[in-house]
């Protein structure tokens, strides 16, 4: 009987060990992750740049739970690569999110709080037309409107609807610098804009922001902002719908840059 145990209970209990032992390993890893992530967060943020890219990002501080999935990061600040004339670009006192985690996993997205408070960006448009927002905001996300893989070409073609339980949206103040024109130009907008709202989904949020943004002349970011938004799966069509109802797909907005102040 002994010999019999061995011969086959015995490997089955091995793998049985084997199996359950990995996946408390890998669960020890896991949490170790999420317990420490307030530690090394700040320091992988410039990972989150996809290759090529030469922006800066930092993260002075995070105060976030992935238990829990709730994120809030102080003192985010990017700066321009080396192609760009100027550094700064944008310096964010604040961000936080709080994600209903299950949602994540279904065709309706559920954020339970977003906030961001922007004190100043600065759009900077190089001598060959090329502008940070746009350059940044697509090292930062890529492009996920196309995939090799059947499941994401199905998901581009049925889009996730995201949905906001709460938003709060601060923007300061937003610098103009077109430097593909000699003399270059600087245009300085004090927006000073502040947007609250609860229960809202991601088309109605984005075309009250474009709406806003573009009566008080920062038409330029929105135009950007969108632009970089269609290459997301979940948002293409929402933005290329706006950009097109705005008026903002067609040409590049030159004129918006030169008025105002001249450098």
Avoid at 34 to 55: E, I, M, Q, V
Avoid at 74 to 100: C, E, K, T
Avoid at 126 to 140: H, K, Q
Avoid at 233 to 246: F, M, Q, V, Y
Wanted: some cysteine.
């Amino acid at each position: 009987m002994s010999f019999l145990f061995n011969l086959f209970f015995k490997p089955i209990q091995w793998i049985f060990s084997f199996f359950f032992g990995f996946i408390a390993f890998a669960f020890l890893i896991l949490a170790a992750v999420a317990l420490t992530f307030n530690l090394w967060a700040p320091k992988a943020a410039p990972l989150l740049l996809r290759g090529g890219s030469d922006f800066a990002l930092g993260v002075g501080r995070s105060e976030s739970n992935l238990f829990t999935m709730n994120f809030n990061f102080y003192d985010v600040s990017i700066r321009n690569g080396s192609r760009y004339p100027v550094a700064n670009f944008a310096q964010v006192d604040r961000i936080s999110a709080d994600l209903l985690f299950l949602s994540l996993f279904t065709r309706r997205v559920v954020v339970e709080r977003f906030a961001v408070d922007l004190p100043q960006v600065t759009c900077v448009r190089d001598a060959e037309g090329r502008v940070n927002v746009a350059e940044f905001l697509t090292a930062a996300i890529g492009d996920r409107s196309k995939s090799s893989t059947g499941s994401f070409r199905r998901r581009a073609a049925r889009p996730r609807q995201i949905r906001f339980r709460h938003v709060e949206i601060h923007l300061g103040k937003v610098v103009l610098m077109d430097f593909s024109e000699q003399p270059s130009h600087v245009r300085e907008i004090a927006l000073n804009y502040s947007y609250v709202a609860d229960d809202v989904d991601a088309e109605a949020l984005l075309r009250r922001l474009s709406s806003d943004l573009r009566a008080r002349g920062a038409g330029l970011l929105v135009q950007s902002l969108l632009h970089s938004f269609a290459n997301w799966a979940d948002l293409s069509s929402i933005s290329g719908d706006i950009l097109r109802s705005s008026g903002l797909d067609r040409g590049n907005g030159a004129a918006g840059w030169r008025r105002g102040k001249s450098r």
